[in-house]
């Protein structure tokens, strides 16, 4: 099994938190849409005849694209790739594209699964966060959705917004809640440099929360999550049994995947490709029957700690025993002392040979994923 991943890089507005490749200049949309198809036309042998189970329409905006845009995209895949009936076609959308007449154009183009960016129900968090839609058209959005026959839902919220206290943290909990979703992404506000809000912490305008508060805001959302009948199968991901994202997942899973626009990645198992992130040489290649990518070839070091960051984040584990097997890690030799650590302090724990973060554990993944990685 495998997946495709589109990245459409064009938004109406930045985001001030944003660091991802987009463009608020729709001028070359069109022939950004034209080149992806061609994209997909030269590359299908890449996934080398699996079937894809999973197609993503990530960005930027996706929701921007007309229905005849995203028609002759699907038609695409379909034509030059082996399609699962059952695929699962999800596209990411903003609040404020999502009319009950552009609701219909998507369900009418195949899509089954809606990622919607709410990020938050609070007018002046948004405003904060330069979104383009409103706290009325969070709710507005994902009740119309479900009206139009979409019972795949899943939204964004963000969390770490720095506030006096966590009143408002639960006033979204509660209205994400009241919403009946079937699957949550919820992420801590990261300042990246080269953003919005990066520039102005830097000039002393803006001041982020501090890690206690942030991760004050996580234990929160795990204990209100487990209470509403969700699981976390990842970090930031939670859902209703049987409604985890497949196209993620198998991301975490080491599945192969094609991924396809300017700034896209794919991934084989042996390589990595990286399209190049700038809209008019991503057109002006494929013009020329070309795609542009760098290629980075994976050892099995590599391979391992991309397992070993995967698959701590994730409800499934890092299975000791694969790590043996397909990379020649034995951590129970090579890490055993860290191991005992993390088990003493209550970080992690260690079940029929498979190593899981504990709650605990997972508000420091990062360092101990870090501690863990082969050099």
């Not at 993503?56 to 790739?81: C, K, R, V």
Request: charged share 20%; proline share 3%.
């Amino acid at each position: 099994m495998a997946g495709i991943y589109l990245h459409i890089p064009f938004c109406k507005q930045a985001c001030h938190y944003c660091d991802f490749h987009f463009s608020t200049s729709m001028g070359l949309k069109e022939a950004t849409v034209q080149a992806i198809a061609h994209e997909l036309k030269l590359r299908q042998n890449y996934l080398q005849g699996q079937q894809v189970e999973t197609i993503y329409f990530g960005g930027g905006t996706p929701s921007l694209l007309q229905l005849q845009e995203l028609q002759l995209l699907l038609a695409t895949i379909q034509s030059f790739y082996i399609v699962s009936d059952k695929a699962e076609i999800t596209l990411e959308a903003n609040p404020d594209d999502l009319t009950p007449q552009k609701l219909k154009e998507l369900k009418t183009a195949g899509i089954n699964r809606l990622s919607i960016g709410l990020q938050s129900f609070h007018e002046p968090y948004l405003r904060l966060m330069n979104r383009a839609h409103t706290a009325t058209e969070s709710l507005q959005c994902v009740q119309d959705a479900q009206a139009a026959g979409f019972s795949n839902i899943t939204v964004d919220l963000i969390y770490g917004i720095p506030a006096p206290d966590h009143t408002q943290w639960h006033q979204d909990l509660d209205k994400l809640f009241a919403l009946g979703v079937q699957h949550v992404s919820c992420y801590a506000l990261t300042i990246e440099p080269d953003t919005a809000l990066g520039r102005w912490s830097k000039k002393g305008k803006f001041k982020p929360a501090e890690d206690e508060f942030t991760a004050q805001q996580f234990e929160i959302l795990l204990e209100r999550m487990a209470q509403e009948g969700f699981v976390q199968y990842e970090i930031s991901n939670f859902c209703k049994p049987g409604y985890e994202s497949k196209h993620n997942s198998n991301y975490w899973r080491g599945i192969h995947y094609l991924g396809v626009g300017p700034s896209a990645h794919s991934f084989n198992g042996s390589s990595r490709q990286y399209n190049v992130a700038h809209n008019k040489k991503y057109t002006d290649a494929l013009k020329q029957d070309t795609v542009p990518f760098e290629v980075e070839e994976l050892s099995l070091t590599d391979q391992a700690n991309d397992y070993l960051l995967t698959s701590l984040r994730t409800t499934w584990g890092c299975d000791l025993a694969r790590m043996k097997s397909d990379y020649h890690i034995d951590f129970r030799s090579s890490h055993s002392q860290y191991l005992q650590e993390l088990q003493t302090k209550e970080l992690a724990l260690i079940q029929d040979d498979v190593l899981y973060l504990t709650d605990k554990g997972k508000l420091l993944a990062d360092q101990v994923t870090l501690e863990l990685f082969i050099g």
